[in-house]
């Protein structure tokens, strides 16, 4: 009677010799639970920090920047944790820092090493899906139209996204 169905006999030895549980059932992984814009974090020292950083690249000189590079990094690294809406949020949401924006992006090197930086970030959090929720909260703090950002959020354009909050 076996010999007539050896298809059951290896399967059933393929299913003995396997571990049932961990490679056919597969559990979706659990989603990451949604905060709201308010409880990302971004304390008043992040806040300060932010400030020193975008301050000093914008009224330092390429020099004076290089002498300050080793400091300037210890401060990003501070504020690693800072999801990059809260990190532009501070700076557009500050007339300074908004002000600064314009003197870092007429340097060619401020600029690049800004937008590679904050490129990254942004796609990190796009890929992970957590940057839409935050685009009308964003925005409202910013004071920009979430119509005229969603476009950026959607082709991923973090250079004219910045561009666009600069010139806002």
Not at 41 to 48: G, I, K, L, M, P
Not at 65 to 92: C, D, M, S, T
Not at 102 to 117: E, G, L, M, N
């Amino acid at each position: 009677m076996l010999r007539k169905f050896p298809l059951l006999i290896t399967l059933t030895a393929v299913l003995l010799s396997s571990n049932i549980n961990g490679s056919i059932i597969k559990k979706p992984p659990p989603k990451p639970v949604e905060m709201a814009w308010q409880e990302l974090a971004c304390s008043e020292q992040d806040r300060a920090n932010i400030y020193e950083i975008v301050s000093t690249v914008a009224e330092k000189n390429k020099l004076s920047l290089l002498f300050q590079q080793n400091y300037l990094r210890e401060k990003g690294a501070q504020i690693a944790h800072v999801h990059p809406l809260r990190f532009l949020g501070v700076i557009f949401s500050n007339p300074h820092l908004k002000t600064c924006m314009f003197y870092i992006w007429d340097d060619y090197f401020k600029r690049t090493s800004f937008v590679t930086d904050l490129s990254a970030a942004l796609t990190r959090e796009a890929d992970k899906g957590k940057l839409h929720p935050y685009l009308n909260d964003f925005c409202r703090e910013v004071n920009v139209p979430a119509e005229a950002v969603k476009s950026f959020f959607d082709s991923r354009d973090w250079e004219n996204f910045v561009l666009f909050l600069i010139q806002s």
